[in-house]
């Protein structure tokens, strides 16, 4: 079956600094790649959406510059969180999908900004 | 636009007990795609079921069984002799025609089941 492998599983990072989340599907090529983030005892909320050689679509209210997506490849996502403060702490989980084969998710990353 | 309504915002049952998950949706497309995944406490989804807007037919997969009725816009999710490996949130979804290759899933709020031994 599809697999997607998310990394790190947890994170915890000082104020300021940046950090870099991967998703990696790891046995189909991902037309599209989702990124979902999830504070405690909520919904999971769609961040971004991107394909492979350009440009991720933002959510209204996700700020581009702080959120940074790079779809590289067909099985290669990453979002990196710059200069991330407290309130960027949550729960942040991508998905891969293909035509017909619809959506895998990754096991998530637990982010602490302190 | 598309919405996703999970009236439960928590569940408690009994070990054994049959607990059913509402999920009404809308939607404009006549073309869609409806998803149940669980979420245990370490965080990551597990694909349940999807099912196209064209099959209402009922499903069950063990315990696990789904009833789609388009004319009330829902797609129910019931557990039969729920156990205590149950307990998690779980969310129902809804896709654009495309079933994952274009559209994002839109996701209900969840329904936090806990299964008391």
């Known amino acids: 079956g599809a697999v997607v492998s998310q990394h790190p599983s947890w994170v915890i990072c000082k104020s300021g600094t940046s950090v870099k989340i991967e998703c990696r599907s790891l046995?189909?090529?991902?037309?599209?790649m989702f990124w979902y983030r999830q504070f405690p005892k909520q919904s999971l909320m769609l961040m971004a959406t991107s394909n492979e050689g350009s440009k991720a679509t933002y959510e209204q209210g996700v700020e581009k510059d702080k959120f940074l997506i790079n779809h590289a490849s067909l099985t290669l996502s990453t979002l990196t969180v710059t200069s991330a403060h407290p309130e960027d702490s949550s729960f942040y989980i991508c998905s891969a999908s293909r035509v017909n084969y619809g959506y895998t998710f990754g096991s998530g990353t637990r982010l602490t900004v302190v | 636009a598309q919405k996703v309504t999970q009236a439960q915002t928590e569940i408690s049952v009994v070990e054994k007990e049959d607990v059913t998950l509402d999920c009404v949706y809308e939607?404009?497309?006549?073309?869609?795609?409806l998803f149940w995944y669980k979420q245990p406490p370490s965080g990551e989804l597990v694909f349940l079921i999807r099912r196209n807007s064209f099959d209402e037919q009922n499903e069950i997969s063990g315990r696990y069984s789904w009833n789609f009725q388009k004319s009330t816009s829902s797609f129910n999710f019931t557990i039969t002799a729920s156990q205590v490996v149950d307990s998690a949130v779980y969310f129902c979804?809804?896709?654009?025609?495309?079933?994952?290759?274009?559209?994002?899933?839109?996701f209900g709020k969840g329904t936090k089941l806990s299964v008391k031994p």
């Open positions: 046995d189909f090529q991902a037309t599209t």
């Open positions: 939607t404009r497309d006549t073309t869609y795609y």
């Open positions: 979804a809804l896709s654009d025609p495309y079933g994952g290759s274009q559209g994002n899933l839109i």
